[in-house]
């Protein structure tokens, strides 16, 4: 179907582009080619009450005022079952989920994983120390964690890994590194107003916790105190201002709260009734990779790892100089993520803009046109 009517367009375009009639020719006309019938499979019993079904529940819901659009077709022979505004165009909003998952599915395959690892330019000296940087490098996993949760892949377990080397002291400083990917900050098309939410997290190549801080608001232990304000994980990563105070008891709840764009700045002002139930804000971060170097530090710490230099973080827009080759460095640790089906699943089931994005992007790195491929018909197709 689609590459029938690819063929019909393009003829169109053909066909609308002439400047001036074909010259004629000369030779004895001929009889018309013979009409090409086309048979469309007749609709079913079962077609026409789905169809009834869905009329109903168009018309029977609040979506009189919207736009919707509903197209079904059968994949066992083409007929069209079922279309209301199918030819509309529509804005597709997280419907791209179900399409940019399926894709990865076939091309990266279902036990597909993610690999973030840990460098440095040498072992650990007889000391267990390593006289340079330490490297935080992300391939683009969805799921890495800061603190230890079972199996999962966790900053926790790169400490545990590193102190079971050997390692008792970083002198240089702790580098996050997302330079995996060469892509914009945020996805195309993410309106401003999203970004400081969980669900406009920046997608970055080397991402801990969903890129997310939780802010918890409630009521101060008295009237005219400031409202409680807590933000988790802590670790001094964000500057929190809070102008909020604890009212009445029955005066409304109308606390705001606000993370500058460019910055790790949160603000939170207006007041909380006294007795009042507290609530919480789930806010992105601002540079998820010095996020990721900054928990990765704390962690080292509290395995009983000293480090003396500070959290750093490298994308790729560096110069030649100072750009990071893994294949160059010692690998200390490394951990792979969940396999793609579970990340998949929990894409689609929860609807995770950061996931879908890591995933599109990782499908540009290993399937995108500038991926290495050994074979160049392949490469070319890209």
């Not at 240089?172 to 098309?189: A, C, K, P, Q, T």
């Not at 893994?326 to 699943?345: C, F, M, V």
């Given at each position: 179907?689609?590459?029938?009517?690819?063929?019909?367009?393009?003829?169109?375009?053909?066909?609308?582009?002439?400047?001036?009639?074909?010259?004629?020719?000369?030779?004895?006309?001929?009889?018309?080619?013979?009409?090409?019938?086309?048979?469309?499979?007749?609709?079913?019993?079962?077609?026409?009450?789905?169809?009834?079904?869905?009329?109903?529940?168009?018309?029977?819901?609040?979506?009189?005022?919207?736009?919707?659009?509903?197209?079904?077709?059968?994949?066992?022979?083409?007929?069209?079952?079922?279309?209301?505004?199918?030819?509309?165009?529509?804005?597709?909003?997280?419907?791209?989920?179900?399409?940019?998952?399926?894709?990865?599915?076939?091309?990266?395959?279902?036990?597909?994983?993610?690999?973030?690892?840990?460098?440095?330019?040498?072992?650990?000296?007889?000391?267990?120390?390593?006289?340079?940087?330490?490297?935080?490098?992300?391939?683009?996993?969805?799921?890495?964690?800061?603190?230890?949760?079972?199996?999962?892949?966790?900053?926790?377990?790169?400490?545990?890994?590193?102190?079971?080397?050997?390692?008792?002291?970083?002198?240089?400083?702790?580098?996050?590194?997302?330079?995996?990917?060469?892509?914009?900050?945020?996805?195309?098309?993410?309106?401003?107003?999203?970004?400081?939410?969980?669900?406009?997290?920046?997608?970055?190549?080397?991402?801990?916790?969903?890129?997310?801080?939780?802010?918890?608001?409630?009521?101060?232990?008295?009237?005219?105190?400031?409202?409680?304000?807590?933000?988790?994980?802590?670790?001094?990563?964000?500057?929190l201002m809070n102008t909020g105070t604890t009212a009445d008891r029955d005066a409304p709840?109308?606390?705001?709260?606000?993370?500058?764009?460019?910055?790790?700045?949160?603000?939170?002002?207006?007041?909380?009734?006294?007795?009042?139930?507290?609530?919480?804000?789930?806010?992105?971060?601002?540079?998820p990779a010095l996020w990721a170097a900054t928990l990765f530090k704390q962690a080292l710490?509290?395995?009983?790892?000293?480090?003396?230099?500070?959290?750093?973080?490298?994308?790729?827009?560096?110069?030649?100089?100072?750009?990071?080759?893994?294949?160059?460095?010692?690998?200390?640790?490394?951990?792979?993520?969940?396999?793609?089906?579970?990340?998949?699943r929990r894409t689609n089931k929860e609807s995770n803009n950061l996931y879908a994005e890591?995933?599109?992007?990782?499908?540009?790195?290993?399937?995108?046109?500038?991926?290495?491929?050994?074979?160049?018909?392949?490469?070319?197709?890209?």
């Amino acid at each position: 179907m689609l590459i029938a009517l690819t063929v019909v367009v393009a003829a169109g375009v053909l066909t609308l582009g002439q400047r001036k009639p074909a010259p004629q020719t000369k030779e004895k006309p001929t009889s018309p080619p013979p009409a090409i019938s086309v048979i469309t499979p007749a609709l079913t019993a079962r077609d026409l009450s789905l169809a009834k079904t869905i009329d109903q529940i168009i018309d029977r819901s609040d979506l009189q005022q919207g736009r919707l659009g509903v197209f079904v077709m059968s994949l066992s022979d083409g007929r069209i079952v079922y279309s209301h505004d199918g030819d509309h165009l529509f804005t597709p909003a997280s419907n791209m989920k179900a399409y940019t998952t399926a894709v990865a599915l076939d091309s990266l395959g279902a036990d597909y994983r993610w690999r973030t690892s840990v460098y440095a330019d040498k072992k650990p000296d007889a000391n267990g120390s390593i006289n340079g940087d330490l490297i935080l490098y992300g391939r683009g996993a969805p799921d890495l964690i800061s603190k230890a949760k079972g199996d999962a892949p966790s900053l926790a377990r790169f400490a545990d890994q590193l102190y079971e080397a050997g390692v008792r002291r970083v002198a240089g400083n702790i580098v996050g590194d997302e330079s995996y990917f060469r892509s914009e900050l945020f996805g195309v098309g993410w309106q401003w107003n999203d970004l400081q939410w969980y669900y406009g997290a920046q997608p970055s190549a080397l991402s801990v916790d969903e890129n997310t801080i939780e802010v918890t608001m409630g009521p101060g232990n008295k009237i005219g105190d400031h409202a409680s304000v807590v933000v988790s994980p802590n670790q001094n990563y964000v500057r929190l201002m809070n102008t909020g105070t604890t009212a009445d008891r029955d005066a409304p709840t109308s606390i705001g709260v606000l993370r500058d764009l460019s910055g790790n700045d949160i603000h939170v002002w207006g007041e909380f009734p006294t007795g009042g139930h507290a609530f919480s804000a789930f806010l992105s971060v601002h540079n998820p990779a010095l996020w990721a170097a900054t928990l990765f530090k704390q962690a080292l710490i509290a395995r009983g790892i000293n480090v003396s230099g500070e959290p750093r973080n490298r994308d790729f827009r560096v110069d030649e100089k100072g750009k990071f080759d893994p294949q160059k460095e010692l690998e200390l640790a490394s951990q792979d993520s969940e396999p793609l089906s579970e990340i998949i699943r929990r894409t689609n089931k929860e609807s995770n803009n950061l996931y879908a994005e890591l995933i599109l992007r990782t499908l540009g790195k290993e399937r995108g046109s500038t991926a290495p491929d050994p074979d160049p018909r392949k490469k070319q197709t890209r």
